[in-house]
Every structure is written in C-alpha cells, then in structure tokens.
C-alpha cells in the first residue's frame, strides 16, 4: 500500500495475524498484539517491510487490549479480567497469573507496582502487581458511566467515561487515587491521550475533542 501526502511518500507493510487485532503495543523492537481468539501474537518489526510473529500465547480470555509493563505484557479480555504474561524472552511468552475483575475490561495502564484496569460499567480495578504471579485487586474507583479508556502522565490518571466524558485522577497515592476533574465532552469519550497542558479525546461522533489543562 502506497500514500502521497503532499510532497512526502509514506508506505504500509501488512501481516495478518491468526485471530483479529484489537490493540497493540510496542515493547522494544517488538509488536504485542491483541489478537482477540488467538490471543497474544509478538511480532518482531525490526525491519518494519517483513514484520514477523515470532512468539505468542493463548490467553485466558479474548484479548481485547494490551499494555507493557517491563518485561510483562497486561492483556485485557473482556469479562474474564485481567492476564499477565512473561515477555522477558519475546519468542517464548508465558503467562504467569489471571485476575478476575468484574465489568468488561478493555484497557489498562501501569504505574509502578499498580495496574488500573477499565472496566466499564464497574469503574477502575486497582490491582497490585507487586508481585506478577500473584497480582491482588486493592479497590475500585467508582467512575461515571462507562470506562472503556485510560491513560496516565505522570501521577496523573485519564480515563474516558463513555457519555459521562473525562475524569483525572492524582495518583500521588497509588492505591487510592483522588479525582481532580470531570469533564463531560459532547459526544462519547472512548479514548484518551494527555500532554502537559492539554487532553486529546476520541469522542466518536464528535470526533476529536481537545481540552485545555491548567496548571
């Protein structure tokens, strides 16, 4: 696949994965990829013209999202909740626990040893991930509407709330984060993306709703 933006040529190079892709993150020169009823695939896109799966593992649950966190990749699958899988050696992914959470979960952020998992109607599952084999739910924050987006800057948590627009949390204790702000966009909130003075929210039929942050 070929592009022409203005003077400038871009290009594509597509592999197909064995299931559908949902999500994707990048862990050095590694793809990890939710890949729905196949799983977790890891692509190795070194050289980005011949990507090439080079591990994967089959999850608990369908992989709906993914996330890194060191040397572990945090899949999301749905109302199954929530697997950690070994991706120190990326052709050989392991898992090494699965959490249960209520709601649907879709997405997840990690900051240090805490993990926060969306889960849709069910608000944010704080998990502690201070030991992988053995993560353990610390609470729940009771959000408005739907989480089924997060993000995190900083010591500061965003989560995309569906109709119910945009909250930020501080995070300066992790454990229990404080709400800062709501902010109810005018179409409906799925995704989330944070500079320092501004968030960028995909807001479906809005479209892109950029808010001002101040200081």
Request: glycine fraction near 10%.
């Amino acid at each position: 696949y070929q592009c022409d933006w203005s003077s400038d040529v871009c290009s594509s190079d597509l592999l197909d994965t064995p299931g559908s892709a949902q999500d994707v993150a990048l862990s050095g020169h590694y793809a990890l990829v939710a890949d729905f009823h196949s799983g977790l695939q890891v692509i190795d896109v070194a050289n980005p013209a011949d990507p090439k799966i080079v591990g994967s593992w089959e999850t608990r649950g369908y992989a709906e999202g993914v996330s890194v966190d060191g040397s572990h990749a945090l899949v999301s699958m749905g109302n199954v909740g929530l697997e950690v899988v070994d991706i120190s050696d990326p052709t050989h992914p392991r898992g090494l626990s699965t959490v249960d959470l209520p709601g649907e979960v879709t997405s997840t952020v990690a900051y240090g040893d805490t993990v926060y998992a969306a889960s849709g109607y069910r608000g944010i599952q704080v998990v502690d991930l201070s030991d992988p084999t053995h993560p353990r739910v610390e609470g729940e924050i009771n959000a408005q509407g739907e989480v089924v987006g997060l993000f995190q800057r900083g010591n500061v948590l965003y989560s995309a709330n569906s109709s119910s627009g945009i909250s930020m949390y501080s995070l300066m204790n992790a454990a229990s984060p404080k709400l800062l702000a709501v902010f109810d966009t005018r179409g409906s909130a799925v995704n989330v993306f944070a500079t320092v003075d501004a968030a960028y929210v995909a807001d479906r039929e809005e479209g892109l709703d950029i808010i001002k942050l101040h200081p």
